[in-house]
């Protein structure tokens, strides 16, 4: 039974990390703070890069406060952390829309992170699947499409796209032999906990006839005594 336990844990916690969007927000404050520190170090003055790390801690605090309200209803619970897996997608397209785009904001990290991070952390890290994979990796393709237009970087993004989607498609795999095995050791508990309850039921009934047999018994021997008395 220990051993069944932790293993149920140990599933339910897999699920959990697959499945909330607390892990997403959390890796992307810690890899957009470590690029702004980078850019610091590398400019030798304070990055505007730090917008991100910034909006992914707002993004945290809103979503950990939100959460608490909600409860325990696990439909509830889904789709507040579908919303907000989508809204890290989103935030990282605004981000690349407002720094590079509208204020001009460039540093050279930006060829690393648009075509490399930010792809990785929407396929493997958000995405929940490959058609979610292939959703975010092609809009973030019509985004940074001025990166895109050489044939080298073209193919390079398309190449890591298909790593990225296959990736995902694995996840999602994992995640639902994870759900089914779940579902499948929580099934076996209960046929065996109603096994122990039957097998419990039937050792007192068996004990409740051998009980009444030895009844039966003394009784038949009391009568035949009386037979031999009376004979």
Known sequence: MRDSREMREDLRSTLK?????????????LISGWLAIVDTLMRGRASFVFLGPIANLINLGVYTRTRAGIGESKDKLSRHDTIFRYWEVATGSIYVLVCDYA????SPLDRDAFCFHLPTFYGVVVAQNHREASVFLLGHAVIILPMLLSVHHAFGYLQHCCMLVAAAWMKHKLAYTAARSLALLEEHEKLQSNFHAQSSKCKVQEQELASKSNEYEEMSRLAEEVVGILA
């Open 103 to 106: 204020l001009n904001l460039h």
């Open 17 to 29: 990390l697959v499945e909330s969007a607390q892990g997403p927000i959390l890796v992307a404050f």
